[in-house]
């Protein structure tokens, strides 16, 4: 158990940096968090700095969460320890308390984790999530419905394992719940859609 905490907080502490916020500041002397929706999130850097900066940003946000795995495999082949990694990786990301517990939504850090346990989980995610942003033009909506696809990818890849699918509920119902303000947006028929200046 006091190795699980451990690799929790290790994992929460990598999840913590957020390369949206470093990388604005470092190369282009703003705060993303004072501009467009005020997220400190991929999209946000996209819509307001360009593709270079959200690319670095995208692979920043995926590997705290990939080293974080790889540690927690390092010490042990127990799925409860990768299981603290994810999940400590995730909540540091959204939660990150080097910035008062102010971050992101989390999506491309629990995109990276899904990877990280079952790359087909990883890739129906992919397909499900970016076939629905254009289809929609609403990355809210890729980004909504690839939550939901990690459980039910999960269901079928792996029915036997309770403990993952249990977590994969968790990892989803936590994305869904960081996007609450996107769904009533999307119910309101308010949500921002590409090219636009809300965040996801």
Known sequence: MLMLILMFIIAYLLGGLNFSILL?????KKDVRELGS?????TNTLRNF???IAALVLIGDALKAVVA???ARYISNDQYMVFAAGLGAILGHNFPVYYGFKGGKGILTSAAVVFMIDWRAGLFLLIVSV???FITRYVSVGSIFGCIAF???IYILQP???PLLVFAMLVSGLALFMHRENIKRLMNGTENRFGRKRDV
């Open 38 to 42: 005020g997220n400190a999130g991929f």
């Open 24 to 28: 604005s500041k470092l190369m282009a």
């Open 131 to 133: 076939s629905l942003m």
């Open 151 to 153: 459980p039910v990818s």
């Open 50 to 52: 360009g593709k270079g």
């Open 69 to 71: 795995i790889i540690i």
């Open 160 to 162: 036997t394992n309770t």
